[in-house]
């Protein structure tokens, strides 16, 4: 391990002032102390976020409700009016790791966590993601990969939140220079998508502040995963899903899939295909199908297909039981 200066930054700005000297912003280091650790990240300088004020907060007012960058998973997953009003991203927020883990990792670094390709998290490995110009794993092991990619990197986006806010139509409120700007999930994840050494498409320097969640009439949500393990590990495949519902009717469907592509995957002919019609078993495997259209799946990840249709219908049908 390198040799690193530690701050602790107490105003946005100064963070992001702080982290331009080769530096790396610090919340929980769930992920980045296991990347300097493994010898994939030397940081000159640790930019302690922790203490920034008014980040660590949740707040509902009125059409939108704001969700603090350092808030931690576990008071995230155990709020009582985030459990009523938006299920779907308390369970997301359960669903990561294990407590101990849910215990000190954040809203922000659980959003920028980077990938987990075990080829990337190798120090000796020089694939595409860290600048070489290879991806080992489209011809290895790729269990764990994507069924879609934008380009030669094919490690998907395994943040459960970023699911779960993909289909609450969620804002990424985030410190750029001197302002703030604000991002959808799908342009949190866009360069992921297109570019091979792109976790997300936050710049060194901008500082996720919160998360904005509109308040929909009627909206009920619902968050899935399957894993190998119960505990402690990444889902193999998840499912987040939103919808304004009338008795077995939906509006306004949000289906979405995490773990499959190097965003969350959704696909609009998927959610259309659902609108004003009672839900059945049958029209969410159509819908499913529609979701999954395009998927291309390598040599040892196809199971990943039947498992995402298996999670899209549960998720479905869960939100009009
Ligand atoms: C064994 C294990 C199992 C896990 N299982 C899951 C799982 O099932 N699902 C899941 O989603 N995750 C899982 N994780 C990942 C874990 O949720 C993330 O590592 C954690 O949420 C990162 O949050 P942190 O606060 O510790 O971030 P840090 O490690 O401090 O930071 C992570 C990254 O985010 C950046 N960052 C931190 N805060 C900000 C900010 N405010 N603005 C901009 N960038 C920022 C850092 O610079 C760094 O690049 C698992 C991790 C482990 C170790
Ligand atoms: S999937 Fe991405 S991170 Fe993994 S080996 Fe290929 S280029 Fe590298």
New binding site residues.
Partial sequence: MNAFSYVTAQTPES?VQL?RTNG????????????IKEGI?A?ATL?N??S?PG?AAIQASGQVWSVG??V??TALAAHPEIVRSFPGLAE?AA????PQ??N???????????S?CWYYRHRDVKCRKKGGTTCLARGGENKYHSLFTGNMCISPC?????VALASLDARIV??RGAKSETLTIAQLYADAWRSPPA?NS?RAD????RVELPVVAARRSTYL?L?EKAD????LV?CAASASVNGTSLSQVRIVL?AVAPTPWQVDAANASLEGKPLTPALADAAADLLLREARPFSTNGYKVPLAKVLVRRALLKLVA
């Fill in positions: 963070a982290v790396r912003f610090l919340a929980g280091g769930m992920d980045l102390l296991g990347e990240a940081p930019v976020v922790k920034l980040i960058a350092n931690t998973l997301a669903e990561v790791g294990s883990i849910r000190v990792a954040t809203v922000g670094g659980n959003l920028a966590q980077h987990r395994v943040s459960n939140l970023a985030v410190q976790h936050l901008d500082l996720i502040l995963q894993g402690f590990d990444w889902a998840s995490g």
